[in-house]
């Protein structure tokens, strides 16, 4: 897995799913990563929103398909209340639907949920790394898509 140097600022990751073993389990994986902190656990994008506004969030990972409010509407709220926040789509969606959320979504990155563990990792630390260069500007065209085979 990937390593950065003990200097490197700690990441502070809110975990976004509808699914509890998903989010569970992507909080045990980040909980082993040096340098990366899991701030909050949150089953839909009204509870992100709330966890957003009470402190500050470095990396979301976000599933789109929730109830209550989806991916695509809390990306867009949450890079209006806070656009440094890098956010990852993280979701079981076909690649069709991919191009959609790069178009409609305000995401910084996209992966599906087969991703490998150390490539989620590695994206996790590539925006960490954007963000902490001072570059996180998000666009319509996401920096990273994981996960599909071209």
């Known amino acids: 897995m990937s390593q950065i140097s003990d200097c490197s600022p700690r990441l502070r990751i809110l975990i976004v799913d509808d699914h509890e073993l998903t989010r569970l389990s ?8 040096k340098n990366l902190q899991v701030i909050g656990l949150a089953s839909n994008g009204e509870e992100a929103i709330k966890i957003v506004k009470s402190e500050p969030v470095d990396i979301i990972i976000l599933d789109l398909e929730m109830p209550v ?7 867009n709220y949450i890079k209006s209340i806070s656009p440094q926040t890098q956010i990852i789509a993280h979701s079981s969606l ?24 150390s ?3 590695t ?3 590539k925006l960490g790394q954007r963000l902490h260069h001072g570059n996180h500007q998000s666009s319509n065209d996401p920096t990273q898509i ?3 085979s071209h």
Request: hydrophobic fraction near 45%; aromatic fraction near 10%; include cysteine.
């Open 123 to 125: 994206l996790i630390r």
């Open 26 to 33: 992507l909080q045990l994986l980040l909980a082993c990563q």
């Open 119 to 121: 490539e989620l990792v």
């Open 69 to 75: 409010m989806d991916g695509w509407i809390t990306s």
């Open 94 to 117: 076909t690649e069709t639907f991919w191009e959609s959320a790069k178009l409609t979504g305000n995401f910084d990155a996209v992966s599906n949920k087969d991703i490998s563990t």
């Open 146 to 148: 994981h996960g599909f």
